[in-house]
């Protein structure tokens, strides 16, 4: 499995960006997709994830200003950024994971893509 991840630059505090990942190797259509994020010094953390179904779950910080969402025909995951924020500031790892739940534990997912980073300037 191969997950290339693209979309992320620099932008003001209250712009958008929107994030790409592109799966190969696998039905994508069956697997959870996920964001994370890892600021310097600190932990990576979890942003979004989806489902086959298109089911979401977000982490509290971009709940609201975050959308994520997948195209299984172009086996590829989205994460629309809106309103972003300095704290935004980070690179955004997409990862898939063949567990049957959704999940924000980046323990369960099996495969990463290699970061795009986003940086947002107040």
């Known amino acids: 499995v191969q997950l290339q991840a693209s979309g992320g630059g620099l932008v003001q505090a209250g712009g958008s960006l929107r994030l790409s990942c592109a799966a190969s190797g696998r039905t994508f259509s069956r697997y959870i997709m996920g964001w994370f994020r890892q600021a310097p010094g600190k932990e990576r953390e979890f942003v979004a994830a989806?489902?086959?179904?298109?089911?979401?779950y977000y982490a509290d910080s971009v709940k609201g200003r975050f959308t994520i969402s997948r195209d299984n025909a172009k086996s590829t995951v989205y994460l629309q950024m809106n309103s972003l924020i300095p704290e935004d500031t980070a690179v955004y790892y997409c990862?898939?994971?063949?567990?049957?739940?959704?999940?924000?534990?980046?323990?369960?997912?099996?495969?990463w893509g290699q970061g795009t980073q986003v940086t947002v300037s107040s």
């Open positions: 990862a898939e994971t063949g567990s049957n739940s959704l999940s924000g534990n980046p323990i369960v997912y099996d495969y």
């Open positions: 989806i489902n086959w179904s298109d089911s979401t």
